[in-house]
């Protein structure tokens, strides 16, 4: 059974500091990462992906891999209140079935004003 | 473009009655996938189609669990009969390859009583 453990928070930062959000992987094969942000009542939306070792920066997001640790992670920097919503990993299946997501539960991240 | 389309938005109905979800992918996506959201298992994938063909129904929880897709543009996840269990979010996405960003729609809310 292919895992993805997220701490499900909340996750609680003031405005302008940064949100550090962690998700490790039980499979070895798996190539590739996502990161989506899911607001309450919506659907999930892709905000970030990954599948080198090492960071991969896209504005205030940056999300590193380290695949020897089976562990991936989103950094926020200068959060924002509007960044306050669900975060979900998702890894792919990697070998025959890399078209499968598995998803995390999800780490709720709360941004103070 | 008008992105993933479902429908209904929301659904409620008795135990035992047949309930019918209902997505459009985007134009040009080979790629759908069913998922359900609870709170309890977070987000799963049911079904996936590739080219209309069903590729891997493995997460389809029982047999009152059916997906089809008929043509390109459209699919349809059935429930017969429903059960208060099965009350979720039901999401539909789609993707222009097996490893490319997957694009959800609004989702169904279904509440079986």
């Known amino acids: 059974q292919k895992e993805v453990e997220q701490n499900s928070g909340p996750l609680s930062v003031p405005e302008g500091a940064i949100a550090s959000l962690n998700c490790t992987y039980s499979?070895?094969?798996?190539?590739?990462f996502f990161w989506y942000r899911q607001y309450s009542g919506k659907s999930p939306e892709l905000i970030m992906f990954?599948?080198?070792?090492g960071d991969k920066e896209d504005g205030r997001f940056t999300a590193q891999l380290n695949k020897a640790s089976q562990y991936v992670s989103l950094l926020i920097r200068d959060s924002q209140p509007s960044d306050s919503a669900t975060y979900l990993c998702a890894v792919n299946g990697g070998g025959g079935s890399n078209y499968k997501l598995t998803f995390g539960k999800g780490t709720l991240l709360t941004v103070n004003p | 473009d008008a992105g993933v389309i479902q429908s209904p938005r929301h659904e409620v109905t008795e135990m035992g009655q047949e309930v019918t979800l209902r997505c459009k992918p985007i134009?040009?996506?080979?790629?759908l996938f069913w998922y359900r959201q609870t709170m309890m298992r977070g987000l799963e994938l049911l079904i996936y189609f590739n080219n209309n063909v069903p590729i891997d129904d493995s997460g389809m929880p029982e047999d009152r669990f059916s997906a089809k897709m008929p043509n390109a543009s459209f699919s349809t996840l059935k429930i017969q009969p429903s059960e208060p269990r099965d009350s979720a979010v039901y999401f539909c996405?789609?993707?222009?390859?097996?490893?490319?960003?997957?694009?959800f729609g609004p989702g169904t809310r279904l509440t079986v009583t």
């Open positions: 990954i599948y080198s070792n």
């Open positions: 134009s040009g996506h080979d790629y």
């Open positions: 996405a789609s993707s222009l390859s097996a490893v490319y960003e997957q694009y």
């Open positions: 499979d070895r094969g798996s190539q590739s």
